[in-house]
């Protein structure tokens, strides 16, 4: 140990002792102080191979707990962050060494669980009474640009969600202007901070959009997103806010007032700019592309209808004439073929009277000939002897007498002339003649 | 800022574009139409390229006490 100092001149107090000899006297005066039951939620609970950590808080205060794990094991119970619980214990100090940290804590060695957090409750009782006074609807309302020009961020300085934003704006293409308002996002002055932020954004007048991002933590260093100050601010706030700071698990009031809730601050970042601005651009030149088009065919398609406009009277004329021409030799062809077909049946119509003519003078022919044969046959005739004054003498049984001599044998003879037959008597004289 | 900035927004000219654009592809505008579409769309074309172009200058980070001396000041 090193030789002890001198003190500070003019000082009354004792001293200076060895800072470990007075940790380890701290010690024992800690240990020395009453057993006592406490009771609060706790918070950030962290299970470890040898001792169970977690913070016992109220609406007050709070205090840093340690329990040895054996002891916490033997209990069974299922312990989360806000679970209302009674510990006995009392205050105990870990002086540290020389290679170690000290720290304070309450030494458990009793728990009992004791019902629903009242933190919790009253939170949730503060998000029932702001969703009736219809402050979770104004924010949602808004207007959120896709392009903002300029994005305000409201978050820790030293933090990861810093760098989170901005890979979320790379991401997007953006390259704008970026307001950052830096405050404490954890401890009792982060919620009248981050508020103050918020209001001097908004004041700008220049701000499109803000972010609210914390890179996470437990739900009691998310307490400060539930001031009710704080998410009244946000919920009558005239530009968007964008919050980035709870967890699917625990949702603050202010991802419930905000225009949108995002889990994380890269989202955060992307949501500020819905638009990717390389593509954007694409798109744009997309449109300017198809706009020159139709500005060029506007005044092309319709010159190409004004010329074929003009081309069509005389087209018509042209169309016309072709079809008349086409009309003309189909008459013309009708005309042939009319004369060839009235030619073919002259010509059969000509043999069928050739074949007439020449059955006609066959038939006179003939006529000529029965005339004659008739003729011929009326020269034979006794009946046209008769009537040229010849008389056929007949015998009396009829037959022909034809000499004298066979008349006078008959004595008696009819004489038939070609009108009617009269009877004669041949006499005696004729008969010796 | 211009009228037609005033009454537009990017998303709002970019739906206008491409309902102007249907528009034309419909052919059922006549050629005053036409021509006042194409009057108007190139107009929006032209306002949201401005504002890509706004955010495509690079990254203009600042701090609020920072802006708000730059607001007080009078500059930009």
């Known amino acids: 140990m090193s030789q002890r100092p001198e003190g500070i001149p003019g000082s009354s ?4 002792f060895p800072v470990g000899a007075y940790a380890d006297k701290l010690r024992a005066y800690l240990r020395e102080r009453a057993r006592v039951q406490l009771f609060g939620e706790v918070f950030n609970l962290r299970i470890h191979k040898v001792s169970v950590f977690f913070e016992l808080r109220d609406g007050d205060g709070a205090l840093p707990c340690r329990m040895w ?3 916490f094991d033997r209990l069974g119970v299922t312990l989360e962050d806000g679970a209302s619980v009674v510990v006995a214990g009392g205050p105990d100090f870990y002086p540290g060494s020389r290679t170690s940290s000290p720290h304070f804590s ?17 939170l949730d009782l503060l998000r029932k009474k702001l969703d009736a ?9 808004l207007p959120r640009p896709a392009l903002p020009r300029t994005i305000g961020v409201v978050t820790g300085e030293g933090g990861k969600a810093r760098d989170d934003v901005l890979a979320g704006l790379r991401r997007r293409g953006w390259a ?17 901070a981050i508020t103050r932020a918020l209001q001097d954004l908004a004041a700008c007048g220049e701000v499109d959009v803000i972010v609210v991002a914390r890179g996470g933590g437990s739900l009691a260093d998310l307490l400060c997103f539930c001031d009710e100050t704080l998410c009244r601010t946000v919920a009558l706030l005239p530009v968007p806010v964008i919050a980035s700071v709870g967890h699917h698990t625990d949702r603050t009031i202010l991802d419930d007032v905000a225009a949108v809730s995002c889990s994380t601050p890269t989202h955060a970042a992307e949501t500020a700019v819905p638009f990717h601005c390389a593509q954007a651009r694409e798109a744009l030149a997309r449109f300017a592309r198809r706009l020159d088009q139709h500005g060029r065919r506007a005044v092309l398609d319709r010159a190409r209808v004004l010329a074929r406009l003009s081309r069509a009277p005389a087209q018509h004329v042209a169309r016309h004439r072709s079809a008349l021409h086409q009309s003309l030799r189909e008459l013309r062809a009708a005309g ?18 050739a074949r007439k003519g020449a059955a006609a003078s066959a038939e006179a022919r003939r006529a000529a000939t029965l005339e004659r044969l008739r003729l011929a046959l009326d020269a034979h005739d006794p009946e046209r002897t008769l009537e040229r004054g010849f008389a056929l003498v007949e015998s009396r049984d009829g037959g022909v007498v034809t000499s004298a001599a066979a008349a006078r044998e008959a004595g008696a003879v009819r004489l038939r002339f070609s009108d009617a037959a009269v009877d004669a008597t041949i006499s005696q004289e004729a008969r010796h003649a | ?3 037609q900035q005033a009454i537009h927004t990017y998303e709002t000219a970019t739906a206008r574009i491409e309902e102007i654009i ?7 505008a006549g050629l005053r139409e036409t021509l006042d579409l194409l009057r108007e769309g190139r107009g929006l074309v032209e306002y949201c390229a401005a504002e890509l172009e706004a955010v495509g200058q690079g990254l203009d980070e600042l701090r609020l006490d920072e802006l708000v001396a730059r607001l007080e000041a009078g500059g930009r």
């Open chain 1, 13 to 16: 107090l004792k001293g200076p």
């Open chain 1, 69 to 71: 794990r054996d002891d």
């Open chain 1, 106 to 122: 309450f030494a458990v060695t009793g728990l009992r669980l004791a019902g629903e957090g009242d933190l919790l409750a009253q």
């Open chain 1, 133 to 141: 006074e219809g402050l979770f609807a104004p924010q949602k309302a």
């Open chain 1, 176 to 192: 704008g202007r970026l307001v950052w308002a830096f405050a404490p996002v954890q401890d009792r002055r982060a919620a009248p």
């Open chain 1, 336 to 353: 042939r073929r009319g004369v060839a077909s009235r030619e073919a049946l002259a010509a059969t119509h000509a043999v069928v009277l």
């Open chain 2, 1 to 3: 800022m211009s009228d």
């Open chain 2, 22 to 28: 249907r528009r034309l592809d419909s052919g059922e």
